[in-house]
């Protein structure tokens, strides 16, 4: 629970600098519950009532001649509970999961 807590101080810190973010890369501004989060994405990317997959990308390593090889792994599932503006928006996930500034979401 701290490196939870831990986490999402940082990324607050993180979020006092702007919520620029490239698309669809999740950055936790504000968090209400282990499980209801604002994040950095709103109305141009989400509309009210949307579902949502929450991805982590496993890669590995480089080998000799080869590029390192990154898979998506889904790791759950939320639902966007309002739109604050076009930078911001409230969700809340299906189960207790860890997000980080590397998640990544998708609609459904």
């Given at each position: 629970?701290k490196?939870?807590?831990?986490?999402?101080?940082?990324?607050?810190?993180?979020s006092l600098?702007?919520?620029?973010?490239?698309p669809p890369r999740?950055?936790?501004?504000?968090?209400h519950?282990?499980t209801?989060?604002d994040?950095?994405?709103?109305?141009?990317?989400?509309?009210?009532?949307?579902?949502?997959?929450?991805y982590?990308?496993h890669?590995?390593?480089?080998?000799?001649?080869?590029?390192?090889k990154?898979?998506?792994?889904?790791?759950?599932?939320?639902l966007v509970?309002?739109?604050l503006?076009?930078h911001?928006?409230?969700?809340?996930?299906?189960?207790e999961?860890e997000i980080n500034q590397g998640?990544?979401?998708?609609r459904?």
């Amino acid at each position: 629970m701290k490196k939870i807590i831990l986490l999402l101080v940082a990324m607050c810190m993180i979020s006092l600098f702007g919520c620029a973010h490239s698309p669809p890369r999740c950055t936790v501004a504000t968090s209400h519950s282990p499980t209801e989060f604002d994040i950095c994405m709103g109305s141009k990317e989400f509309k009210q009532g949307d579902r949502l997959i929450f991805y982590k990308s496993h890669c590995s390593p480089p080998s000799r001649g080869t590029p390192k090889k990154c898979k998506k792994v889904k790791i759950g599932e939320g639902l966007v509970l309002n739109i604050l503006d076009e930078h911001l928006s409230t969700v809340k996930l299906d189960s207790e999961f860890e997000i980080n500034q590397g998640t990544t979401i998708e609609r459904q």
